[in-house]
């Protein structure tokens, strides 16, 4: 993270609840590890053809994972991020409730991503709400 995104960073108005800023790292490494594992249990299952919707649903949900830090961090725009996440927590659900019908544990193993990104769009409303 450059000084400057920093600066802008450390200068909004946060929750009193924001996680310390080294607790992102590691929770975005387990939930990658998760869903990479939730997707190839999926794909195991008889690959593209039978599960297009599952995982094509997979796809859209980690394009709009993708756009979040983008318009967050990059364009400096939290209502931005806010409909992303938004996007994101449903395009999540519908992957987890695709995969669970696949695959229980597949679908299980998102849980953890949708309680993540429940709350991380509840952290992206009130910064955005302190901020505007």
Known sequence: ?????????????????????????PAWTVLYISMAVAAWRVWREGGWRP??????????????NGLWSPLFFGLHRPGLSLVDSVLI????????????????????????YLAWVTF?????????RLNR
């Open 1 to 25: 993270m450059t000084s400057e995104l920093r600066g802008w960073y450390a200068a909004l108005h946060k929750p009193s609840w924001t996680p310390p800023a080294w607790l992102f790292g």
């Open 120 to 128: 991380a769009t509840a952290l992206n409303f009130t910064i955005w």
């Open 51 to 64: 599960h297009r919707v599952a995982l094509g649903l997979f796809l859209l949900q980690l394009m709009f």
């Open 89 to 112: 927590w449903l395009a999540l659900l519908a992957t987890l409730v695709a995969f669970w019908r696949v695959s229980p544990p597949a679908g299980a193993l998102l849980v953890p």
